[in-house]
Nanobody
Framework: QVQLVESGGGLVQPGGSLRLSCAAS????????MGWHRQAPGKQRELVAT???????NYGDSVKGRFTISGDNANNTVFLQMNSLKLEDTAVYYC?????????????????WGQGTLVTVSS
């Protein structure tokens, strides 16, 4: 089994900053991509940012220039630094990871999702 544990969500004022963390654990052989998506009330889940094990990053248009994703490969952890937060950034932020896990002695490719952490931007 592979689990993702997110932390760092909370309440912040517009213009403020938050840092999210997500740690993957379990029977992981390798991790080749980790990232964040978000879902606001009444809206579809959307891409926030992803990072590959090689350090290549990809950002959703709405967060470019404000959010920065980084990773710690050795600890299967990904971070999301969120600056200049706006009201419209309010959402549940979900961590996800594409991993190769060892299950019953075999290597399996899995996509795993965390439970989500709430970020509320409000004055």
């Amino acid at each position: 089994q592979v689990q993702l544990v997110e932390s760092g969500g909370g309440l912040v004022q517009p213009g403020g900053s938050l840092r999210l963390s997500c740690a993957a654990s379990g029977s992981i052989f390798s991790t080749y991509l980790m990232g964040w998506h978000r879902q606001a009330p009444g809206k579809q889940r959307e891409l926030v940012a992803t990072i590959t094990s090689g350090g290549n990053t990809n950002y959703g248009d709405s967060v470019k220039g404000r959010f920065t994703i980084s990773g710690d490969n050795a600890n299967n952890t990904v971070f999301l630094q969120m600056n200049s937060l706006k009201l419209e950034d309010t959402a549940v932020y979900y961590c996800n990871a594409a991993v190769v896990a060892v299950l019953e002695g075999r290597h399996r490719s899995l996509e795993v999702w965390g439970q989500g952490t709430l970020v509320t931007v409000s004055s």
